[in-house]
């Protein structure tokens, strides 16, 4: 059982930019497993954003985050990191981690086998 704990959410105003962790607890690592970002907002299904596979070459977003948010991450270090720069009013949800056993960048949140309990992320205009 892999753990994975979300940090760094908060309040921002638009335009500005926030940056997400996820590790794995209890002694677990995140090296060898594809990590995605997913959201959901108040009254939405939870959508897809970013995910990277296990060795950082291949990676995967959500149309409307291309060129604003990047995912990497640093296995070394047990962390997979989300920047979002030039946030929006609508990029306002939690931010869940998620992680797959097998499988690369998959935006499929069936396929992700390990689920944080999400960050929250405001973005004000």
């Known amino acids: 059982q892999v753990q994975l704990v979300e940090s760094g959410g908060g309040s921002v105003q638009a335009g500005g930019s926030l940056s997400l962790s996820c590790t794995a607890s209890?002694?677990?690592?995140?090296?060898?497993?594809?990590t995605a970002w997913f959201r959901q907002a108040p009254g939405k299904d939870r959508e897809f954003v970013a995910a990277i596979s296990w060795g950082g070459a291949r990676k995967n977003y959500l149309d409307s985050v291309k060129g604003r948010f990047t995912i990497s991450r640093d296995n070394g270090k047990n962390t997979v990191t989300l920047q979002m720069n030039s946030l929006k009013p609508e990029d306002t949800a939690v931010y869940y981690c998620a992680a797959a056993r097998v499988g690369s960048a998959s935006s499929s949140d069936d396929e992700y086998d390990y689920w944080g309990q999400g960050t929250q992320v405001t973005v004000s205009s």
């Open positions: 209890s002694g677990r690592t995140l090296a060898g497993y594809a």
